[in-house]
T-cell receptor, first 118, second 112 residues
């Protein structure tokens, strides 16, 4: 099974500053999808950004961008101009693109808790 | 509102009991996934259904079972409950999966 590792249990950032959350994954597959999900105190899981492994261009969504290094199996999330509302748990997730069995569940990392300091 | 509806939102029950958690997927989504999140832990995949058929199983205990009905809603049945089963249970749905998954707001189960 694929494994997803988030080595930073907690991170903090000053409001308006930039922070990078790390994620590495282990897979033998060549095609897959990667995701970052945000879980605020409400516990709702919110999709932040997604990346297709066959695309070399890094995905961006407003203040959120990723640094996808396929050879290194690394998928970090950069949050620019951090806001108080960014405080949450952030989960990195992996999904195989191989759909023969139709099994396409997400594998999650253990999460990074981000604190935003006013 | 994400479009994925989970009921109930909270459930408190005693050890040894059986409960049923319900999930209605977002309109048009054929796949339903169940995840368990214990306190301050990541999400553990339990099981996936696609259009009524089981497609993948994760770390689901034998005491747990699920099904997806013809109207595509799904139920997760947890029996012989133990204290360690206390967790947040999420349901998610997707059409193809490549565009991410839409999560419900979860059912918080407390076993006392």
């Amino acid at each position: 099974a694929q494994t997803v590792t988030q080595s930073q249990p907690e991170m903090s950032v000053q409001e308006a500053e930039t922070v990078t959350l790390s994620c590495t994954y282990d897979t033998s597959e060549s095609d897959y999808y990667l995701f970052w999900y945000k879980q605020p105190p409400s516990r709702q899981m919110i999709l932040v950004i997604r990346q297709e492994a066959y695309k070399q261009q890094n995905a961006t969504e407003n203040r959120f961008s990723v640094n996808f290094q396929k050879a290194a199996k690394s998928f970090s999330l950069k949050i620019s101009d951090s806001q108080l509302g960014d405080a949450a748990m952030y989960f990195c997730a992996y999904r195989s693109a191989f759909l023969q069995t139709g099994a396409n569940n997400l594998f999650f990392g253990t999460g990074t808790r981000l604190t935003v300091i006013p | 509102d994400s479009g994925v509806t989970q009921t109930p939102k909270h459930l408190i029950t005693a050890t040894g009991q059986r409960v049923t958690l319900r999930c209605s997927p977002r309109s048009g989504d054929l796949s339903v996934y169940w995840y368990q999140q214990s306190l301050d832990q990541g999400l553990q995949f339990l099981i996936q259904y696609y259009n009524g058929e089981e497609r993948a199983k994760g770390n689901i205990l034998e005491r747990f079972s699920a099904q997806q009905f013809p109207d595509l809603h799904s139920e997760l049945n947890l029996s012989s409950l133990e204290l360690g089963d206390s967790a947040l249970y999420f349901c998610a749905s997707s059409y193809s999966g490549g565009y991410g998954y839409t999560f419900g707001s979860g059912t918080r189960l407390t076993v006392v």
